[in-house]
């Protein structure tokens, strides 16, 4: 049996470019993770639709537009909502300390990452981060 | 309740699990495959693959379109390679498929090829079951057109489309990927471009030259342009028109019988193989291994000698 770690990568909001969503997509295939990409100018709705539809152990979401502190909680609200919570969702971009840290405590989005970021610590936050009972015995 | 009967009952997530759970195979998967096989066997089953970028998730994406318009529920399922170095994967077809994103009665998975040659049809098939069991009226998988694997995938469908384009070296892309024996509709997308013309007469001659059409079916060569829409619902038409013909001409039935007897064998093939794993050491294996190298025996007979010791009887034969 074989189990891979499945993550979406998607960029919600409006702003034009998805260079560091793909830098990161590619990162995280190098690591074995399967990732499907959705691309650009994505709503929350559509990306909880996808994860929900690709049952993905993680969203990771590239944001520069600004618009993190509407458009990232309202993918976590989304998630909450579908019962599930229990996918890991990151985000990557240009965020504030502060931002960051409203957006992990209040929001529960699990991690942010900057500019600066190497996506060797991203590859490693998710492997330690997915819990491996979402894969098993689930009653068919 | 169980996952099998919340997807029938209409819960999306449910089957979302289900279609990892079946995936990742196992027994697991197996548990799944057996309760929820007797539901199979209502969709409509619809290959589609062709050369990298011929447009084949556009086209994916305006076919489920049309036949939503026809009040025909569709799952989707897009293959995309994994990586042979890392075993991870990109899974971009969604990408083309974001107008389908609202509609309850649409279901789009990506999936990735993992495993060699036999595991995607494996897979493949066993996913497309679940979406089967989950009650979609049309089935769509999306495979990159490269050779075997698509070959084997086709036959897991009940219609194949063959995504051609113009320019690519049209004389030996049709042949190679023998894809003139499985293409049951041919589609020359990006009829936009100028050499769309020769493309399609070039299909036409390659397929004149085939002699007798299979089943009697004479396969349609349609004109698409994917990206505007033109050209999808004559599509449609021969893909519904292909199904109608296997039906009323009774091959549908024996295509059916040939494709359950296929993976019939090949399941008691991966079983016997588990069979001789479990009861014959590796050592032991790996000694035949090395005799068969060393021309001491041939394979045949260390395979039977083999499956006779697993078995504990005297010979295999
Ligand atoms: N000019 C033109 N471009 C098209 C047409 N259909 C698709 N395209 C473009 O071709 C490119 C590839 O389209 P996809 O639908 O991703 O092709 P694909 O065959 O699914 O690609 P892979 O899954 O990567 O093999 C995109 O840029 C499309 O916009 C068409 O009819 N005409
Ligand atoms: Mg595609």
């Known amino acids: 049996m074989e189990r891979k770690i499945r993550v979406l990568v998607a960029k919600p909001g409006l702003d034009g470019h998805d260079r560091g969503a793909k830098v990161i997509a590619r990162a995280l295939r190098d690591a074995g993770m399967e990732v499907v990409y959705t691309g650009l100018q994505q709503t929350p709705q559509m990306i909880v639709d996808a994860a929900l539809q690709e049952d993905v152990d993680v969203i990771g979401l590239s944001i520069l537009s600004g618009a993190h502190m509407t458009l990232l909680p309202k993918v976590t609200q989304l998630l909450h909502a579908a019962g599930a919570a229990d996918v890991l969702v990151v985000a990557g971009g240009i965020i504030s300390d502060a931002d960051a840290e409203i957006l992990r405590r209040e929001h529960g989005i699990a991690a942010v990452y900057g500019p600066g970021a190497s996506t060797n610590e991203i590859v490693d936050f998710i492997r330690r981060s997915v819990k491996p009972e979402r894969f098993s015995g689930a009653e068919v | ?141 999306e495979t990159i057109g490269a050779g075997q694997a698509e070959v084997e995938i086709a036959r897991e469908a009940h219609t194949t489309v063959v995504v051609e384009v113009p320019g690519l070296g049209d004389d030996v892309q049709a042949i190679k990927a023998g894809i003139l024996e499985i293409a049951d509709v041919f589609v020359v997308n990006k009829a936009d471009r100028e050499d769309a013309q020769k493309t399609q007469r070039h299909l036409q001659a390659m ?73 014959v050491g590796a050592a032991q294996r790996e000694a035949m291994v090395a005799q068969i190298q060393t021309r001491r025996i041939d394979p045949y007979t260390a395979a039977e000698r083999m499956l006779a010791e697993a078995l504990g009887v005297g010979e295999a034969r």
């Open chain 2, 1 to 141: 309740m169980g996952l099998i009967d919340q997807m029938r009952a209409g819960d999306r997530r449910a089957l979302a699990r289900l279609v990892t759970i079946v995936e990742n195979g196992g027994d697991d998967g197996r548990r799944a495959l057996a309760k929820l096989y007797q539901y199979t066997g209502q969709a409509h089953i619809i290959g589609v693959t062709g050369p990298p970028g011929a447009g084949k998730s556009t086209l994916v994406n305006e076919i489920a379109l049309e036949l939503r318009r026809r009040d025909a529920s569709v799952g989707i399922l897009a293959v995309d390679p994994t990586s042979p170095f890392t075993g991870g994967a990109i899974l971009g077809d969604r990408i083309r498929m974001q107008p389908l994103g609202h509609d309850r009665s649409i279901f789009v998975r990506s999936m990735a090829s993992r495993g060699q040659l036999g595991g995607i049809a494996r897979a493949t098939g066993d996913v497309v079951k679940v979406l089967d069991a989950a009650g979609f009226n049309a089935i769509i998988v």
């Open chain 2, 207 to 279: 397929l004149q030259l085939g002699g007798v059409p299979r089943e009697q079916w004479d396969v349609p060569i349609v004109m698409t342009v994917a990206t505007r829409g033109e050209g999808v619902a004559q599509a449609v038409d021969a893909i519904q028109s292909h199904l109608q013909h296997l039906k009323a001409g009774g091959y549908f039935g024996e295509r059916e019988r040939q494709r359950v007897e296929r993976e019939f064998r090949m399941i008691l093939q991966g079983l016997a193989l588990g069979l001789v794993q479990e009861r």
